[in-house]
């Protein structure tokens, strides 16, 4: 996905499922407080961070701009995460 983003598409990770089927674990890794895991099992946004600050140092990717957004829908309401809405 960060690849394709870097290649000019638009990408979108969606996590979808029951309470308690993982999707915090598989999107945050391990949780706080336990460095040892979260560098054996990183979680997507790590590892997608990783790729996107590797990549973005190719001279070919001067002035390049990243735009992210993270949105929750819970009981059929939209939050906007990093804009408290």
């Known amino acids: 996905m960060v690849t394709a983003a ?3 598409s638009r990408v979108t990770c969606f996590a979808y499922g029951q309470t ?3 999707k915090t674990f598989t ?3 391990p949780g706080q407080g336990d460095l040892e895991s979260m560098i054996r099992t990183p979680g997507m946004y790590l590892l997608a961070g ?3 600050f590797t990549i973005i140092t190719d001279p070919s990717f001067t002035g390049f701009s990243l735009r992210l957004s993270f949105y929750e829908i819970y009981c059929g309401k939209l939050f906007d ?3 408290k809405r």
């Open 20 to 22: 308690g089927s993982g």
């Open 27 to 29: 999107m945050m890794g």
């Open 81 to 83: 995460l990093l804009n």
């Open 50 to 52: 990783q790729d996107i």
């Open 6 to 8: 870097f290649e000019g």
